[in-house]
């Protein structure tokens, strides 16, 4: 089993009763992540590795050091209230001098509740699931990863030795 270096993480939610509580109780089950949740931005960010924010005003009223925290290595995952949202990405890149640029790539059009569909049809007339268990382990490995490398100054990760 690989050792995982600790990780802290913030979850700003302004949702009682959060939908996330299973993620939260998921991560939370994780022996070397610890998680702190709370209804607004804590004072001070850098106490953390990862900051999560999900609903209208966590995700409208950013904290004033965000940028500083994200060019800093800190991690930032925005989860929209409703799934099938296109995301708005944007991808800090830190070139070998030390700058960091900020590319916000395209994003393909998406068929709306395309998920939804492809479950309903699941139960109802048993056609594959389009996103296989074993993709989304490959998305834990690809997240484990970049906590790795975020731990270890941008480090490359190898992961499943590819």
């Not at 960010?45 to 940028?67: C, K, T, W």
């Not at 830190?94 to 960091?100: D, F, L, N, T, V």
Request: charged share 20%; net charge negative.
């Amino acid at each position: 089993m690989l050792p995982h270096p600790a990780l802290s993480l913030f979850c700003v939610t302004d949702t009682e009763g959060s939908a996330l509580s299973s993620l939260l109780a998921y991560l939370e089950s994780i022996p070397h992540v610890r998680v702190t949740a709370a209804a607004q931005w804590p004072t001070a960010l850098d106490a953390y590795g990862v900051v999560i924010s999900h609903g209208g005003e966590a995700n409208q009223g950013r904290h004033p050091d965000l940028e500083g925290f994200i060019d800093r290595g800190g991690g930032w995952l925005v989860l929209l209230d409703g799934a099938e949202q296109p995301p708005a990405l944007t991808l800090h890149q830190r070139r070998s001098e030390g700058e960091i640029i900020r590319i916000t790539p395209a994003v393909a059009e998406r068929e709306p509740c395309r998920f939804h569909h492809n479950l309903a049809d699941h139960l109802l007339w048993g056609e594959p699931i389009t996103a296989p268990l074993a993709d989304s382990v490959k998305v834990v490995a690809i997240l484990e990863a970049a906590a790795r490398s975020m731990s270890r100054g941008g480090t490359l990760e190898v992961i499943n030795g590819g």
